[in-house]
């Protein structure tokens, strides 16, 4: 048991690792000691302190899996919940992480909610149409994508037409991709058999993957304005163009571990045409990195320290740092989001470290210890290298900016 | 005496028809007993305050009337005025701190332009001590004149009058403000205050009373319920729904109040944590003092600085620091003075946590003493007052703003006018008195910690309350669109958002008790049939109002009662029947019809050829024009006229084809 001598000498609450023997203990006797503290004080913790250069929590009404930029200053959050009445919002970030210095206390440092909407079902996935007032929603019942517009002068998100899909079985819902062009099309499917491109005015068909293989699509992302790079659930990935048939770059991957994972992915640079990296990461903590150009041979492949495998591998998500070289961010496996880099990495099945891991959800999760949130989203600030936004199944939404520690010591 | 017949419309008085409605004491009607409400029957009420030479306006209302002065789709001067069950009610009086001129105060003009305000106000309440929305409170009493009752809480009406002396030496002394309420003025205004305990129900007459909850944001910070009879409406000032290091969240028992009137200042926000606030604040004191400099936090007695002295004092035992924490000493006296009296309202639901312990025993906070202003090294300081607009927190100001090392932290609004206000917009140089120019290098912080309901919060409230009605007051209505949504969706009410000077009038269906004598309940039971509690029922009786009251009596009573003599009225009907027949014939067919029709009832056939049902009679005779029809002269007395009715539709359908 940790005592009153341990306690004196402060200890790393926010340290690296997963493990945190005697955790509790502190937490207990620091609930004896200052009556008056709440027990999740880890943020005050100088080590906590150092950790992050900013960090902000908030409480969302309902849990989102859906962090969607407009901008760098606004974000879309979605509720996914089944049988209620879910609401979607865009949020406007706090004015302090808009400003470019860090002024201290800065006084705004609250979400304001811009616009808001109704969904009678659940939104999993959400995507914004850029240069215009429009979304795509994506969840279940999945034989429909719902399109949502939002005015400039009502606060009000409303429905405003729906692209019929053709997805029979009740458990699956298309996945949503958004090509931004003068005539936006949308990039759906649940299967590649059934992947489309609908053109968002007219609601005509103007790409279609044309085959037969029904395989479970877990990421879409569009590239460029003719190509998109898909990721099946069983870890096949594949870069297409629309302009040409169905004849993908592909990563068939038929000897992936015990064939139990689920894979996502996301491609990074996408704008550096040939030759970036896609990161693949599957359910169990394994991740992979493939050069776009020779989808075939994984340039490597480590394991990354998971207490468990995903206990909901539709929410694992792999995403690249916009603003760092080779640093990506994974979450989805328990209460933490993990920041890589992946500089170093080049072999197979090697054991990785993170370079930071934001426990923020499970130190502030109003619940109990034992049913600790799932971090069911993240994504990076589009202009801010190191801060990151993540929420998680208690309805929490962290904003954070974190220190990379290797630069200090 | 009019003995009017009625049994299925109850008489509608409308507000002109107010001074009849005295003079007619006596109604005869039928109610629904066991459905206690009489729609229609609201406005039938009876003045009942005296009137003065000059007649105040009409004050008895079907309606709850809100007109917000201030605060309506907009923040600052707080001022809604509600009109319930005829009783007017003030709520909150605040000032608009942005502006300077007539905008400040909200426009009393609007209650009365030559009248005396007392008249027509039963009372003012005010939620809290903040200077939104109790600022304008010695010009609207003592300036424009009103002398009736104000009603707030033990610590708003202690530290209210602090606030506005501060104020007032702001406006006048430092701004030079003439026409301006003076130091009198408030002793005068506050001794027109009464204050209330929470959960306490005040009469503020006969009729009209409230009851104020605990609603957090600041110490004393009251919600407040206004009741007239069933009719009530909630106000909840300002309120906060997670509790704090010092104060409770709002809290409010299931009133179902007709309507809830809620600040939605936060409406459209989404609050980052207090503990990621109290975690930069902590982060930016400690790396000041590492570097060895001087912290000052200027703080009002009240409020924050407790919360942030527990919250220093267990980062520094954390930590392990020494730089030595002071407070004022004048802060801890007066803190410690209404901490003591008001130690009830900072616990409500935090009391365990807070164990009895003095709020100001502190392990590493020390008093402050003049000459520690100058010691080397670091240190952190609370000063009072919390604008630095004089005293201690402006001396200390004063020494330490030249070192760029050093740090103020101002925990709250500033009045314009003040160094405070000067140096959160950025000002650098200050010219302070002796035209000497304070050049400020030292870093100024901000930091809010003020205590709002978010979208959240009001949700909660709302379905604490259960209101039958929200509006919605403080915030851009364009912008809480979304929330009114949210929340008729959710509760399925329909929710407001007037703007200043516009009325939101929604209609009420109060309910009346009337007392129902002994005898005409025994006769009701008598004639079989228990009441039921979910059944409506019909019953007769005479309706007496006499006084405010109202009592269903039976009409012999009734007659008694008032020393009247009965008139007997009869309603006489004709019904043609086809039937060539012979009178006496036509009078067996219908006796052999009703006979077997009405099986409870008593029908008989008289000698004379009259056929009677009950108290109804039926006299068969020829038709003057048409022998093939005789006409059924049907007569009953009102106390049987549902019967009556009933016969006479029975009767007009025709007599069943007599067997052959």
């Known amino acids: ?409 | 005496m009019p003995l009017t017949q009625n049994s299925a419309h109850i008489p509608r008085f409308r507000r002109e028809n107010r001074k009849l409605a005295q003079r007619l004491h006596l109604r005869s009607a039928s109610l629904l007993v066991s459905g206690s409400r009489v729609p229609g029957f609201s406005s039938a009420q009876v003045e009942r305050r005296g009137s003065g030479a000059e007649d105040p306006p009409p004050r008895r209302m079907p309606e709850i009337r809100v007109t917000p002065l201030g605060a309506g789709q907009d923040v600052g001067r707080s001022c809604i005025l509600v009109s319930i069950a005829g009783k007017n009610v003030m709520l909150d009086c605040g000032m608009h701190m942005g502006f300077n001129d007539d905008r400040r105060f909200p426009d009393f003009s609007y209650i009365t332009q030559n009248g005396r305000l007392t008249d027509f106000l039963d009372c003012v309440i005010i939620s809290h001590f903040h200077l939104d929305h109790c600022g304008a409170l010695p010009y609207f009493s003592e300036m424009v004149g009103y002398d009736g009752p104000i009603y707030m809480t033990h610590p708003t009406q202690a530290i209210c009058p602090i606030l506005l002396e501060d104020y007032r030496k702001i406006a006048v002394d430092k701004k030079g403000e003439a026409n301006f309420f003076t130091s009198q003025m408030i002793k005068d205004c506050m001794k027109k205050v009464v204050a209330v305990h929470l959960h306490q129900t005040v009469q503020v007459d006969d009729e009209l009373e409230i009851k104020a909850y605990y609603a957090g944001h600041v110490l004393g910070a009251a919600m407040f319920q206004i009741k007239v009879g069933s009719e009530s409406v909630v106000y909840t000032g300002d309120y906060n729904m997670t509790p704090d290091r010092h104060l409770g969240a709002a809290w409010i028992d299931k009133c179902r109040p007709n309507l809830l009137i809620t600040e939605s200042t936060y409406a459209t926000t989404i609050r980052d944590s207090k503990r990621c606030r109290e975690r930069d604040f902590l982060k930016k004191v400690h790396e000041t003092v590492e570097r060895g400099g001087k912290v000052l936090i200027p703080v009002f007695a009240l409020g924050r600085a407790q919360e942030l002295c527990i919250l220093l004092e267990t980062f520094w035992e954390r930590m392990n620091l020494k730089v030595p924490i002071y407070f004022s000493t004048g802060l801890t006296e007066k803190a410690n003075h209404y901490y003591k009296l008001f130690i009830t309202w900072t616990n409500q639901k935090i009391r365990k946590t807070f164990v009895q312990r003095n709020m100001f025993e502190f392990k590493h906070i020390k008093a402050f003493d003049r000459a520690f202003a100058d010691n080397p090294g670091p240190m952190v300081v609370f000063a009072t007052p919390g604008m630095l607009h004089a005293g201690q927190s402006l001396q200390i100001f004063r020494k330490w703003a030249g070192n760029e090392k050093n740090m103020v932290i101002m925990p709250g609004y500033c009045v314009q006018g003040t160094v405070g206000h000067k140096i959160l917009s950025g000002q650098r140089k200050l010219e302070m008195e002796g035209r000497q120019v304070l050049e400020v290098k030292m870093q100024v912080e901000y930091m809010s910690f003020s205590a709002h309901a978010d979208a959240k919060g009001i949700m909660q409230l709302v379905g604490q309350a259960e209101p039958e009605r929200v509006l919605l007051v403080h915030g851009e209505a364009k912008k809480m669109e979304f929330l009114r949504q949210k929340i008729e969706q959710e509760f399925r009410v329909s929710c407001y958002m007037p703007a200043n000077g516009e009325t939101v009038t929604l209609p009420t269906s109060p309910s009346i008790p009337v007392g129902i004598s002994l005898g005409l309940l025994k006769r009701e039971m008598a004639q079989g049939l228990l009441p039921e509690a979910k059944k409506p029922r019909l019953l007769h009786g005479t309706l007496i109002m006499k006084d405010s009251n109202f009592r269903l009596v039976s009409s012999e009573q009734a007659l008694k009662e008032l020393g009247l003599a009965e008139h007997q009225l009869r309603f006489t009907c004709r019904v043609h029947l086809q039937d060539a027949r012979k009178e006496q014939e036509t009078a067996l067919r219908v006796y052999s019809h009703l006979k077997s029709t009405l099986k409870d009832h008593c029908v008989q056939h008289l000698p004379d050829g009259s056929v009677t049902v009950e108290s109804i009679l039926i006299q068969a005779a020829a038709h003057s024009e048409d022998p093939g029809t005789k006409v059924l002269l049907v007569s009953w007395t009102y106390q049987d006229e549902e019967l009556g009715s009933f016969l006479t539709t029975l009767l007009k359908k025709g007599l069943p084809q007599a067997p052959s």
Not at chain 1, 56 to 68: C, I, K, M, N
Not at chain 1, 284 to 311: A, F, I, K, N
Request: hydrophobic letters at 35%; aromatic letters at 8%; charged letters at 20%.
């Open chain 1, 1 to 409: 048991m940790a005592g009153p001598a341990r306690y004196r000498e402060p200890r790393p609450l926010l340290a690296r690792g997963p493990q945190r023997p005697g955790l509790e203990a502190e937490v207990e006797y620091r609930k004896r000691q200052l009556p008056w503290i709440p027990r999740r004080t880890g943020l005050w913790n100088p080590c906590a302190c150092k950790s992050y250069q900013d960090f902000h929590a908030f409480d969302l009404s309902g849990a989102t899996r859906v962090l969607e930029w407009i901008g760098d200053k606004g974000v879309f959050v979605a509720g996914y919940e089944s049988l209620k009445k879910n609401e979607i919002l865009h949020l406007i970030l706090p004015l302090r992480l808009s400003v470019k210095e860090n002024q201290g206390l800065f006084p705004e440092r609250d979400f304001k909610v811009r616009h808001g909407g109704f969904s009678d079902g659940s939104v999993f996935d959400l995507k914004y149409v850029p240069d215009t007032r429009l979304l795509v929603t994506s969840g279940l019942p999945g034989c429909y994508l719902r399109v949502w517009q939002f005015a400039e002068d009502s606060d009000v998100i409303k429905p405003v037409s729906t692209i019929a899909v053709h997805e029979k079985e009740g458990n699956f819902w298309p996945r949503v991709a958004v090509f931004s062009s003068v005539a936006p099309g949308v990039l759906h499917g649940a299967r590649l058999s059934d992947l489309k491109i609908v053109d968002l005015e007219s609601q005509k068909v103007t790409y279609s993957s044309g085959i037969s293989d029904s395989e479970e699509l877990s990421s879409l992302q569009v590239l460029d304005a003719d190509i998109f790079a898909f990721c099946c659930t069983s870890g096949h990935l594949g870069i297409v163009d629309t302009r040409q048939k169905w004849a993908p770059l592909e990563n068939t991957s038929p000897n992936l571990g015990s064939g139990e994972e689920r894979w996502c992915a996301e491609v990074r640079g996408m704008d550096q045409g040939p030759g970036s990296c896609i990161a693949s990461l599957g359910s169990e903590g394994q991740l992979r990195l493939l050069d776009t150009r020779d989808l075939c041979h994984p340039m490597s492949s480590v394991q990354c320290p998971v207490s468990t495998p995903s206990p909901n591998p539709e929410l694992l998500r792999v995403s690249w740092a916009p603003g760092l070289d080779n640093c990506l961010a994974i979450s989805g496996f328990d209460g933490t989001v993990q920041v890589y880099d992946v500089t170093s990495w080049d072999g197979m099945g090697i054991q990785v470290e993170p370079l930071f891991t934001h426990r923020g959800h499970i130190f502030l999760n109003e619940n109990k210890m034992d049913t600790a949130p799932q971090v069911t989203t993240h994504t990076w600030h589009p202009c801010k290298p190191r801060t990151l936004l993540s929420a998680a199944s208690d309805a929490s939404l962290h904003v954070w900016d974190w220190v990379d520690l290797r630069a200090s010591c």
